[in-house]
């Protein structure tokens, strides 16, 4: 590891389908390979059913029992790094879930259980991942504060919360451990404009503390303001990486510069056709069917992630 928090080397994940795979697989993710340093906000952007979320589990060692992952997913840590991939269970709960990657999930309010308080919640996590603080009431409440929650909301049930409340309490416990990365699932479904704004905002706070964070989202209008990095995923692979205020100003892959024309300042142009199932990737550029650079033979090939400048692409004739 070179200072970075979490290096990701060559990840995939494939879910078997029907008994021993006989019903085929699923590549959910291919080939991801990135690196994530402290103050860094990376967000992860692409279509629904790319492989988002799945490679946000893969990093939490939360895949399902179908799944078969290759690869590295490297967390630095003061005895030596841990690869998720690999590390035994009991390693993965007690020192790398809530204290080396705090998680908020997608659709917060469902997260929470229904029956009991947002502050009981947070104080049996507290308890848990932090058994040296003196004063968990106290520390819950300073929690509440710090991801911008008035304290007295924590005593209302999940179904009392709005969805920009409940979404701050999934940040206030992902926050217990005190962990150096952060991975957001789709923190801003469902939310407002001004709610996903403050949402985003809280999020950079927190980069700009000194975490990592990973934002997984398919909003990169959201994600604009506030990411420092930008990962374009199309159907499985990362297409391109790269610092985002240059991905937004030159994108590249011509999958990335169809999703800025798809926003509302690109002119609301939609991307023709639809992403291929994962069930069946083509060989090849997955992209070539819908790439309005047309087809090409050179397309044919592996796409690769290649160096460009200072980022990443996976293209053979970048835009
Ligand atoms: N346990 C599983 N078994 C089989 N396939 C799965 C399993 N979990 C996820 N998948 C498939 O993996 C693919 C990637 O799903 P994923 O949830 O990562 O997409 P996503 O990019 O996060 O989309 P969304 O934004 O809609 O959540 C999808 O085709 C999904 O159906």
């Known amino acids: 590891m070179t200072g970075e928090l979490l290096d ?36 992860l952007v692409g279509e629904s059913g790319c492989g988002k ?33 690999s590390a035994p269970e009991n390693v993965l709960a007690q020192r790398v879930r809530g204290r080396l990657v705090g998680l908020v999930p997608q659709s917060a309010a469902t997260h929470l259980t229904p029956v009991r308080t947002a502050r009981s919640q947070l104080l049996e996590t507290v308890r848990v991942l932090r058994p040296d603080v003196d004063d ?45 990365l952060v991975v957001a699932d789709e923190p801003t479904t ?15 706070g927190l980069a700009e503390e000194g975490r990592a964070v990973l934002m ?24 391109e990486l790269g610092p985002a205020a240059r991905v937004f100003a030159e994108p590249l892959h011509p999958y990335t ?12 142009t939609p991307i023709p056709g639809e992403p291929p199932e994962l069930t069946a990737l083509p060989a090849g550029c997955a992209f070539a069917p819908r790439c309005p650079l047309g087809p090409d033979a050179g397309c044919s090939g592996d796409p690769e992630l290649i160096r460009w400048d200072d980022r990443m692409v996976a293209c053979r004739r970048p835009c």
Do not use: C, K, W
């Open 8 to 43: 990701v080397r060559g990840l995939s994940v494939r879910f078997l389908l029907g008994r021993r795979g006989r019903g085929g697989e699923v590549r959910a993710v291919t080939d991801a390979t990135f690196s994530l340093r402290r103050g860094q906000l990376l967000a």
């Open 53 to 85: 979320s799945v490679l946000a589990s893969a990093l939490l060692g939360l895949l399902p029992g179908n799944a078969q992952v290759r690869g590295h997913a490297l967390l630095s840590e003061q005895d030596g790094p841990i690869d998720v991939m």
């Open 136 to 180: 968990p009431f106290g520390f819950a409440e300073h929690l509440a504060e710090r991801v911008g929650l008035e304290p007295a909301f924590l005593d209302r049930y999940p179904h009392e919360l709005s969805g920009g409340m409940a979404q701050r309490v999934a940040v206030a416990l992902a926050l217990v451990g005190d962990p150096p």
């Open 190 to 204: 469902g939310l407002d404009r001004p709610l996903v704004r403050r949402t985003v905002d809280l999020l950079a």
């Open 216 to 239: 997984i989202t398919h909003d990169l209008a959201a994600a604009r303001p506030v990411a420092t990095d930008l990962a374009v995923m199309y159907a499985s692979r990362l297409v």
């Open 257 to 268: 510069a169809g999703l800025l024309a798809a926003l509302p300042g690109g002119g609301f």
